[in-house]
């Protein structure tokens, strides 16, 4: 499983996308049954909300290096399931990392990692596409049966503007390594205005001392 991770992460095996996407959907199931997803969102912010799934960002060398976000596949099949159990949810790239140009794996320990991405990440405005205003739960008929077609959209889908402030988010990324990446991330979207709600990764390394905040 390691070497497969890693091959597709760092090594451009793209046919592995299909597979592991899959497994990211198993893992909503599997949540959204042990959590109950839909009702904690719904109680933070107080009514049913859009739920954000926003992967984790990978910084602009990494980009280049790789040639893609290859975090992206995980997270649409995490917001196209969410939608497929009908809990209202789009994919949502809104955090962006700056000023990082070392990999994680140049640094070893949690204070390095931590330190490596500390106040280096920050949330976005970032344009979605959206099928209507309440395109999930609520919102009148119309859009109970939108939901309903889901995915064959009675209307094309429209391209807005949105952010985090206010709305339940969702983390995605590969691998967690000691958890730093996703404090960061989970801290940025609080100072935005957002509502961390869980995180999930494709696969977690086995040792001590996660960061107590993931």
Known sequence: MRTAILSWKDHGDVEADRPLAQAMRSL???????????????????????????????SASSIRRRGRVQVQPLGQAVADELLRMGIDAVYAPALIMRGVTRKSVMRSGIRDRAARVRDHIAARPVRVR???AGHGRGGGAACRVRRLCWPWQLRRPRRCEITVEGRPVLLVDDIVTTGATLGECARAI?????IPVAGLALAL??????????
């Open 205 to 214: 390394v086995p040792r001590r001392g996660l960061d107590e905040d993931v």
């Open 190 to 194: 609080r100072a935005a205005g957002g």
């Open 28 to 58: 909503v199931r599997f949540c959204c049954e042990d959590l109950a997803l839909d009702a904690f969102c719904s109680a933070v912010v107080g009514d049913p909300a859009t739920v954000l799934v926003v992967p984790a960002p990978s």
């Open 130 to 132: 959206l099928a209507g």
